[in-house]
């Protein structure tokens, strides 16, 4: 099948590398010149894991190519994925559509033939119909059908759930497009569920979900908070909740507070829908408060333990919003530094990927460091605040050596408590006991 993907980011590029070693002739498109020239010329722009060998593989063989041209890159189509993205407006949340409208505007002058239109951005109800129109004005003649195709991957995991979908929703209201998309999920059809719906529901079902699974985290966060008041262990409660079929295991791993490009953005705009259309969505706007207030806690917490010293030196582990990706957009770990950054304190930072992107937002404002070691050298406290795994296998005995005072604020639980106090560190760490 012939596909072009506009916009070529996060989800852009893993799923156009991902449909190139399905066996499709796929183009990358881009507004952003230096993006695709930087890909062009062989380099990937994001990190994620196997991202780079499936991306060799497929631009050696010219599966996938990269362009800027919507005149070039749409007429030989059978499929075109919008995957441009939906940032939110700075007053009031909701979903920003100015990207796809552009979008959509750019590729309705050249499309020829029969063409499959999917918004793969995470959209607002009824953005199918608002593309369909958009398209019909530019080119009343055009020959095309607008479904809701929306992604489910996650940072850190995209090449690995490009793959292994658990279930992949398509909002489609013709036969003709769902035939189209069955094609292209063949592949996938005895492995993950393949579910249609109408485009309303498949693009209410990526928003619903994005906003259960950021209540799932803020929820195991507060439950963990209570574990410290309490003796219990949220590692022993997670447990007893996950054996429940009902509950699941996953996602109850508590930290600093959710973040990334998806939960808050998502959550604002549900929230910001709910009052739109006058529904009470009460539960998701608590969430959203309870998750900010959190990354204020986190802060206060490591500042509590340096409040004795003047102008303390704070290492951070961490800046990217999980481990995995080189992503910072809303990450806790940034919003944690950014409200320490309002006290007198010398923040030093590492992080294994994401240091570019960081320096990008932070500027001067904090210390670059080329390894953990080197962060932590001379600190009066040690942030851990993004959970890489390389940060697990770090020598507690020579953090100790390293530290001015051995004091750690373990946000993302990566130390074993026992050993950190048989060693002499004060460790705070979330719903563990000490
Ligand atoms: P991104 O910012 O990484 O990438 C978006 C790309 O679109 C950018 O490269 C930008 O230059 C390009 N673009 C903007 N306008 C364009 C236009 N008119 N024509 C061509 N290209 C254009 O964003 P992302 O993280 O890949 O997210 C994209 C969408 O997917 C968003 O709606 C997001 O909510 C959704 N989503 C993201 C994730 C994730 O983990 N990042 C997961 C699921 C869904």
């Known amino acids: 099948m012939k596909i072009t993907v506009i916009g070529t980011g996060y989800v852009g590029l ?186 309303q529901s498949s693009e209410t079902i990526k928003y619903a ?59 604002n705009a549900m929230a910001y829908m709910g009052k739109f259309n006058g529904v009470d969505l009460s539960l998701i706007e608590t969430t959203i408060k309870s998750n900010e207030r959190r990354k204020i806690n986190m802060a206060k917490r490591i500042l509590d333990m340096v409040d004795d010293v003047k102008n303390p030196t704070i290492a951070v582990l961490g800046s990217a919003f999980k481990g995995g990706t080189d992503d910072c957009r809303e990450s806790p770990a940034l919003q944690i530094i950014e409200i320490m950054l309002a006290h007198d304190v010398q923040i030093r930072l590492y992080d294994p990927q994401a240091m570019d992107n960081t320096k990008a937002i932070l500027k001067d404002m904090i210390t670059y460091c080329n390894s953990a070691y080197e962060a932590i050298g001379g600190a009066d406290v040690l942030a851990v605040l993004t959970d890489w795994p390389e940060f697990k296998e770090l020598d507690l005995s020579r953090i100790k050596q390293l530290m001015k005072r051995p004091q750690i604020a373990d946000y993302r639980n990566t130390f074993d408590c026992t050993e950190a106090k048989n060693l002499g560190f004060e460790i705070k760490s979330l719903g563990r006991k000490l």
């Open 209 to 267: 979900s994005n906003a259960f699974l950021a209540m799932k985290i803020q929820y195991i966060n507060e439950m963990a908070d209570f574990c410290e008041t309490s003796g219990a262990d949220i590692y022993e409660v997670a447990k007893g909740m996950g054996l429940d079929s009902r509950i699941g295991a996953k996602f109850l791993v508590p930290g600093p507070g959710y973040g990334g490009f998806c939960f808050p953005k998502d959550t």
């Open 14 to 199: 893993p799923t156009g590398v991902g449909l190139a070693e399905l066996g499709n002739d796929v183009v990358c498109l881009d507004i952003d010149e230096n993006k695709i020239n930087t890909l062009k010329s062989g380099k990937v722009t994001i990190f994620e894991e196997g991202l780079e060998e499936l991306f060799k593989k497929n631009t050696e063989n010219g599966k996938v190519r990269f362009s800027t041209s919507f005149a070039e890159s749409i007429p030989q189509a059978d499929l075109v994925i919008l995957a441009v993205g939906t940032p939110p407006n700075p007053i009031t949340k909701e979903a920003d559509m100015k990207y796809i409208k552009a979008a959509a505007e750019s590729l309705a002058h050249h499309l020829q033939g029969y063409t499959v239109i999917a918004v793969k951005s995470t959209v607002p109800v009824n953005t199918g119909t608002a593309v369909e129109n958009i398209v019909r004005q530019v080119n009343p003649t055009a020959e095309f059908d607008v479904i809701s195709l929306p992604e489910f991957l996650r940072e850190g995991f995209a090449v690995q759930d490009f793959f292994n979908p658990d279930r992949i929703i398509v909002g489609a209201n013709t036969q003709r497009a769902r035939d189209l998309i069955a094609e292209l999920y063949a592949p996938f059809k005895d492995k993950s569920t393949i579910l249609y719906v109408s485009r």
